[in-house]
């Protein structure tokens, strides 16, 4: 009964997982809050996720403030575009809804803020993984989504699940963006590394 309450033990293990969860989803919302931030504040969260849970390397809270530090400018000029991206297409949603219901340039709209939601990932995880212009981000991980549809699609799906699920049981955001970013950081780090030179494959292998 002792081993079960080890430091060590795996119940013990699993419940601070649990802990450093909800404690990075907790800093993500706060980050969050001005709504020009959400790109620096979803970097933090992968690369803390990557690293101080995943693969227990450092305190979370460290790793998180300073990667959202050291992120900052990169990370709001990066989620600028892609937030008047999705505010154009949610006018255009709400436009087409009321004025010509039955549109299929309405469920366009809707597959269009799916791409976004896609492309806003890549580029957070990006910004935190690689080194490039705002520009050059954004760009690049544009060619990512397209060229690689099952990969973007599954993405999608997993955050989509994870928005239901909030929706439906609201205490689980404690944790969920940790979850979700958790979820989806396979098939990502696998997409990159079908795009990278192979002397640097072993080093993102050793970052992620």
């Not at 990075?24 to 849970?53: N, Q």
């Not at 006018?91 to 809707?110: E, F, K, N």
Request: hydrophobic share 50%.
């Amino acid at each position: 009964m002792r081993s079960l309450f080890d430091v060590d033990s795996p119940l013990m293990s699993g419940l601070q997982k649990v802990f450093d969860c909800i404690l990075v989803s907790l800093c993500w919302v706060t980050a969050c809050l001005p709504i020009v931030t959400i790109g620096p504040s979803c970097g933090a969260l992968y690369r803390t996720v990557c690293h101080s849970i995943r693969r227990e390397e450092g305190s979370v809270l460290k790793t998180f403030w300073d990667t959202y530090r050291a992120n900052l400018k990169t990370g709001v000029l990066v989620w600028l575009p892609i937030l008047a991206l999705y505010l154009f297409l949610l006018a255009d949603a709400v436009i087409l809804r009321g004025l010509m219901q039955g549109s299929p340039l309405y469920g366009v709209t809707w597959a269009l803020m799916g791409v976004a939601t896609v492309w806003a990932a890549y580029c957070t995880a990006y910004c935190v993984r690689f080194n490039g212009t705002p520009r050059e981000v954004l760009w690049i991980n544009l060619f990512l989504v397209l060229s690689h549809p099952l990969t973007a699609l599954r993405v999608l799906v997993t955050i989509g699940v994870g928005v239901v699920l909030a929706l439906m049981v609201p205490y689980i955001t404690l944790f969920l963006p940790a979850v979700i970013c958790l979820a989806i950081r396979g098939p990502m780090e696998g997409m990159f590394l079908k795009h990278m030179r192979p002397e640097d494959v072993e080093k993102l292998a050793q970052e992620a």
